[in-house]
């Protein structure tokens, strides 16, 4: 049997954490935003006010374009420039360096993973 500050203490860290604790836990609090994070908007003049919201709506129009994968007109351009570096450096387009058996499965898992990320990321 417990001795008895032994038991008090216990019902006491009990009824600690069910009044502040698991009240946080259940409903959290918001944390508040720090001072001087946004700019008042009265303090902001017209351009600058709509400055604001252009940049807003581009960041949400780019994570959008993105969210299906790498835009048609971005990958030809990226593809283009890559045959063109290819070029810059000697290489023929038709000219791939064959690698060998025991190099051939982390090169392909490398393609892989770098198609993964592009695509989902």
Request: hydrophobic content about 30%.
């Amino acid at each position: 049997m417990m001795k008895r500050g032994v038991a008090s203490a216990v019902a006491r860290r009990a009824w600690d954490y069910l009044r502040y604790d698991f009240r946080e836990i259940v409903w959290p609090r918001p944390m508040p935003d720090p001072p001087g994070k946004f700019p008042q908007i009265s303090s902001m003049s017209p351009g600058e006010h709509l400055k604001c919201w252009r940049d807003g709506i581009g960041s949400y129009l780019d994570g959008w374009r993105w969210y299906n994968g790498e835009p048609k007109k971005e990958r030809v351009a990226r593809l283009e420039r890559e045959r063109q570096e290819r070029i810059a450096r000697g290489e023929s387009e038709g000219e791939l360096p064959s690698p060998s058996a025991g190099a051939e499965l982390p090169a392909r898992l490398t393609a892989c993973c770098s198609a993964l990320r592009t695509r989902y990321l």
